[in-house]
Antibody, heavy 116, light 107 residues
């Protein structure tokens, strides 16, 4: 059974960098697609981007200049970095495996608040 | 970006009822539409993929239909564990986008 678990600071200051990690168990990350998705309070889910083919990336143009998704195959984890955060980046952040455009499975998500 | 609009945003129903949730795309997406269930504090789970296909392990009381721009998720004979939020997602083109969600609550 594939399981994903997000982790990282729950509070980030404005203008700083948000960094999250998704540890994957039950699957090898190297040859799959792995995504980050977020949901701001009261708003819809939003794809941030995904990583595939052991290093290629797609980023939602809404984030493209601020986001980096990377992987560490030795730790079987996928990471997210989002720079220059503002209050609008407050959200629950999810990682999920992507296959044929489907997100499955997902992690439980981690809430990140941006506040001074 | 393709805009996905769900209706209703919320609804109440009783155990044993049949409910239908609608998702409309801002342009044709063929049948590249997926449905997810999410319970509070839990990870979302895939329910239906490619508009009509039941994901492995999902009860047969769930069904999906539609193509083009209009899609529906139907749950027959609601069970207590079905009370959750549901949202649609298109994978027709990038960026993949989601509906705003429908919260199904017990009456």
């Amino acid at each position: 059974q594939v399981q994903l678990q997000e982790s990282g600071p729950g509070l980030v200051k404005p203008s700083e960098t948000l960094s999250l990690t998704c540890i994957v168990s039950g699957d090898s990350i190297g040859d799959k697609y792995w995504s980050w998705i977020r949901q701001p309070p009261g708003k819809r889910l939003e794809l941030i981007g995904f990583l595939y083919d052991s290093g290629k990336t797609y980023y939602n143009p809404s984030f493209k200049s601020r986001v980096t998704i990377s992987m560490d195959t030795s730790k079987n984890q996928v990471s997210l970095r989002l720079t220059s955060v503002t209050a609008a980046d407050t959200a629950v952040y999810y990682c999920a495996r992507v296959a044929s455009g489907l997100f499955d499975p997902w992690g439980q998500g981690t809430l990140v608040s941006v506040s001074s | 970006d393709i805009q996905m609009t769900q209706s209703p945003s919320s609804l109440t129903a009783s155990v044993g009822d049949r409910v239908t949730i609608t998702c409309r795309a801002s342009q044709s997406i063929n049948t590249l539409l997926n449905w997810y269930q999410q319970k509070p504090g839990e990870a979302p789970n895939l329910v239906i993929y490619s508009a009509t296909n039941l994901h492995s392990g999902v009860p047969s009381r769930f069904s999906g239909s539609g193509s083009g721009t209009d899609f529906t998720l139907t749950i027959n004979t609601l069970q207590p564990e079905d009370f959750a939020s549901y949202f649609c997602q298109q994978n027709y083109n990038y960026p993949y986008t989601f509906g705003q969600g429908t919260k199904l609550a017990i009456k």
